[in-house]
């Protein structure tokens, strides 16, 4: 098992695995937001294959300075639960914190309660809302 950055050539096939997480986004869309500026694609591999992605940005803001943003942390769906998500976190976490970052953050929507207990369990705390509107 390998986790490190994805190359831009191994980005399409993180499109795939974002599909099951993202559902409504079309694929070149997904390819052009992984390509902004700051945004860090970290893939887990099992040998060749890619089995699970964290998207990540870092970011500066009055309430936490500089911290990680976790936007997406997807395994594969028939890979789940075989400790590749927790391995990702991890990974994400050291590379954060490496990087003078002071916290992960990230949104998850309010009916994802499995979602939810997997970041709790790693002592990641619920501390307020993520608001939005379309524009």
Do not use: I, N
């Not at 191994?10 to 409504?24: I, N």
């Not at 590749?84 to 954060?96: I, K, P, S, Y």
């Amino acid at each position: 098992m390998e986790t490190r950055k994805l190359e831009a050539d191994e980005r399409p096939d993180a499109v795939a695995l974002l599909r099951q997480l993202w559902t409504d986004r079309e694929p070149d869309e997904v390819l052009e937001w992984a390509a902004t500026e700051g945004y860090h694609l970290f893939g887990r591999f099992d040998g060749d294959e890619l089995v699970g992605f964290a998207g990540v940005l870092e970011c500066e803001l009055l309430h936490h300075t500089t911290h990680a943003w976790l936007y997406d942390l997807v395994v594969d769906e028939p890979r789940r639960g075989e400790g590749h998500g927790t391995a990702l976190l991890e990974f994400v976490e050291r590379w954060a914190s490496d990087r003078g970052c002071e916290y992960v953050a990230l949104a998850s929507p309010l009916a994802k309660e499995e979602v939810h207990e997997f970041y709790e369990t790693r002592s990641y705390e619920k501390w307020g809302y993520v608001l939005e509107t379309e524009l």
